[in-house]
């Protein structure tokens, strides 16, 4: 099995044991009736962007049509098809709070199988001489980009099960969209570290869908502050 592909089944494992067993929801933001379509919506959006925006960056850098995926990706696009959803179905407030510790965790654990994959996942970063720096084989130091994303998302984690366990009304209101802010911001900043290629302004393509994502948790912290 390759390594990558144990990594991801262990991530998705984890998420899904985090969430039966530890971060449970007492209720739901929308109605029963509505369960279906909100997870066909979710789950559209989350595969359509992964591998949209993942295959056009790998086409933009590398000049040749190969089939990739982005968390990034997955996230935006999942962003947009529920509030599609929430915009449908007059549904108000965050509908995302309990998948948080999930994805944060997941997101740590994949992205160690990222790591482990090497030069062929095209996710390493740009030669450096930092300490850090790792030889994936073709004696180069790169940075390790992927453990260091895989690092801020344990952090947040973290925080997350803190904020679950000791302010719950916070966590439903206000998590999800500091998880967005949180990654976003992390992402645009590692993606400087990145050989992906410059669009426009000297910034990638995921570094525009960072912007993006950090308006949008801003924009929706704003909205509940002023109630």
């Not at 450096?128 to 952090?155: I, K």
């Given at each position: 099995?390759?390594?990558?592909?144990?990594?991801?089944?262990?991530?998705?494992?984890?998420?899904?044991?985090?969430?039966?067993?530890?971060?449970?929801?007492?209720?739901?933001?929308?109605?029963?009736?509505?369960?279906?379509?909100?997870?066909?919506?979710?789950?559209?959006?989350?595969?359509?962007?992964?591998?949209?925006?993942?295959?056009?960056?790998?086409?933009?850098?590398?000049?040749?049509?190969?089939?990739?995926?982005?968390?990034?990706?997955?996230?935006?696009?999942?962003?947009?098809?529920?509030?599609w959803f929430k915009?449908?179905?007059?549904?108000?407030?965050?509908?995302?709070?309990?998948?948080?510790?999930?994805?944060?965790?997941?997101?740590?654990?994949?992205?160690?199988?990222?790591?482990?994959?090497?030069?062929?996942?095209?996710?390493?970063?740009?030669?450096?001489?930092?300490?850090?720096?790792?030889?994936?084989?073709?004696?180069?130091?790169?940075?390790?980009?992927?453990?260091?994303?895989?690092?801020?998302?344990?952090?947040?984690?973290?925080?997350?099960?803190?904020?679950?366990?000791?302010?719950?009304?916070?966590?439903?209101?206000?998590?999800?969209?500091?998880?967005?802010?949180?990654?976003?911001?992390?992402?645009?900043?590692?993606?400087?570290?990145?050989?992906?290629?410059?669009?426009?302004?000297?910034?990638?393509?995921?570094?525009?869908?960072?912007?993006?994502?950090?308006?949008?948790?801003?924009?929706?912290?704003?909205?509940?502050?002023?109630?």
């Amino acid at each position: 099995m390759p390594v990558h592909l144990l990594f991801d089944l262990v991530a998705y494992g984890a998420a899904i044991l985090l969430a039966r067993y530890v971060v449970k929801s007492p209720s739901k933001r929308y109605p029963k009736a509505l369960a279906f379509q909100y997870y066909s919506y979710l789950a559209s959006g989350f595969i359509i962007g992964a591998f949209l925006f993942g295959t056009l960056n790998t086409y933009l850098s590398l000049h040749e049509v190969v089939l990739g995926k982005s968390v990034m990706g997955a996230l935006f696009g999942g962003i947009v098809a529920v509030e599609w959803f929430k915009h449908r179905y007059h549904i108000k407030g965050s509908t995302g709070a309990y998948f948080v510790p999930s994805l944060a965790l997941g997101i740590a654990i994949g992205r160690i199988g990222c790591f482990m994959a090497g030069l062929e996942d095209y996710t390493y970063g740009i030669p450096t001489s930092w300490a850090t720096g790792y030889d994936f084989g073709d004696g180069v130091l790169r940075h390790p980009v992927q453990l260091y994303e895989s690092g801020f998302m344990a952090l947040f984690f973290i925080y997350s099960l803190v904020l679950y366990f000791h302010n719950r009304v916070k966590f439903e209101k206000k998590i999800f969209y500091f998880f967005i802010i949180y990654y976003a911001s992390q992402r645009f900043m590692l993606e400087y570290l990145k050989p992906y290629h410059k669009i426009f302004l000297g910034l990638n393509i995921f570094q525009f869908l960072a912007l993006g994502m950090v308006a949008y948790g801003l924009f929706y912290l704003a909205k509940i502050k002023g109630k």
